[in-house]
């Protein structure tokens, strides 16, 4: 009987690492993914020296939205390769070379933060002045969006603002559990070779929460293809919106998404005394006796939405046809400033901040 020495065991043991085929990849556009990066075949998964999973998450994940999407520093998280949404390090403010577009949960997750960002399940606490219900929460302004009013309808939520779902932003809001919200929308996420994905009613016939804009079901845009990471003028997210939308009958914009559950908190549109809120979903004047209309270069400090959906970003603004929207002023998920706003409004312009309000209202400055 013939017996192998350790040489030859070696040698075939790499003779079969090497024809064996590898484990498929998963496109993410930036970058693959092993399905293994992702997902356990067990029930029982150690994610730390102290911390097992003795019960497994929906699809086998290793991991929930919060745990991919954090990190201590940069754009992605290790080793997912993920946004990273919410820095477990102050990122020392919002913007290019700090955080992404959305901005940054890092805030509303320390003391006394509720007013700096959303306070998603997981990462803060309920906001202790406004409790569950969203402000500006109105199940009518919105009737009938693609996949459904939230559960308890005109009640008081009864649940915590969550990542996706029928209580969060992405996904699909007929599904309670973020994860089940959002099947299927990482495997067959539309962009490829690093290139930027654009939906509008080309990509989004179908409602797919993949090929809507940042996975926000049935909403328009231009993605980035570094979240803004290192955002120009030129370079940039492309929001859609609608001019005069104060019925919020346009389902695709992006203030619409605001709108599920904040309802016409921004469409006091008019002279009615008192003015209590800025108006959104308007373009900016095009009256050349408006300062408005001085608003022709693109700034990342004052966003605003296109009325088509471009193939490329642009650092050119047109009044009359560009429109201001919520995020023109405000963070997705939040940011170092009250409001979840893009700049310090309460110390504005005594600290010699030349940005905010004063790039539309160019003569207030």
């Not at 991991?63 to 990190?71: F, N, Q, W, Y």
């Not at 608003?295 to 050119?316: D, F, G, I």
């Not at 929207?325 to 901040?353: T, V």
Request: proline fraction near 6%; hydrophobic fraction near 30%; charged fraction near 10%.
């Amino acid at each position: 009987m013939k017996t192998w020495s350790t040489e030859n065991l070696i040698i075939l043991l790499i003779i079969v690492m090497v024809t064996l085929p590898t484990a498929p990849e998963i496109s993410y556009g930036i970058p693959s993914q092993l399905c293994s990066n992702c997902h356990t075949m067990h029930a029982s998964y150690f994610e730390g020296p102290t911390h097992k999973v003795t019960t497994p998450r929906s699809f086998l994940l290793k991991i929930d939205c919060i745990g991919c999407h954090s990190g201590s520093s940069g754009p992605t998280s290790f080793p997912y390769n993920a946004p990273i949404v919410y820095h477990t390090s102050n990122p020392g403010g919002t913007g290019p070379g700090k955080t992404l577009a959305g901005g940054d949960f890092y805030w509303v997750a320390q003391s006394g933060g509720d007013r700096k960002g959303h306070n998603v399940a997981g990462i803060a606490n309920n906001d202790i002045t406004l409790g569950l219900t969203p402000p500006g929460w109105d199940p009518t302004a919105t009737s009938g969006f693609i996949y459904g009013q939230v559960a308890n309808g005109a009640n008081p939520w009864n649940k915590q603002l969550t990542c996706a779902g029928t209580y969060g932003c992405h996904g699909n809001h007929n599904f309670q559990d973020p994860l089940v919200a959002l099947k299927g929308a990482h495997h067959n996420n539309a962009k490829v070779n690093n290139s930027a994905t654009k939906a509008d009613s080309t990509t989004v016939s179908t409602y797919t929460v993949a090929g809507s804009y940042r996975f926000l079901a049935n909403i328009y845009g231009l993605e980035a293809v570094d979240w803004e990471w290192n955002a120009t003028n030129a370079t940039h997210n492309e929001y859609y919106g609608v001019n005069g939308n104060a019925n919020y009958n346009n389902k695709n914009t992006i203030s619409y998404l605001c709108a599920e559950c904040h309802g016409y908190f921004h469409s006091n549109i008019g002279s009615g005394s008192p003015w209590l809120r800025h108006p959104t979903d308007i373009a900016l004047p095009s009256d050349t006796n408006k300062d408005y209309t001085n608003y022709r270069s693109y700034n990342l400090a004052a966003p605003v939405a296109r009325p088509t959906v471009p193939s490329n970003s642009s650092s050119t603004v047109t009044p009359g046809q560009d429109i201001v929207i919520c995020l023109s002023c405000h963070r997705a998920h939040g940011s170092e400033n009250d409001y979840i706003l893009r700049w310090d409004y309460k110390n504005w312009p005594s600290n010699g901040q030349t940005i905010g309000c004063s790039v539309c209202h160019i003569s207030k400055y």
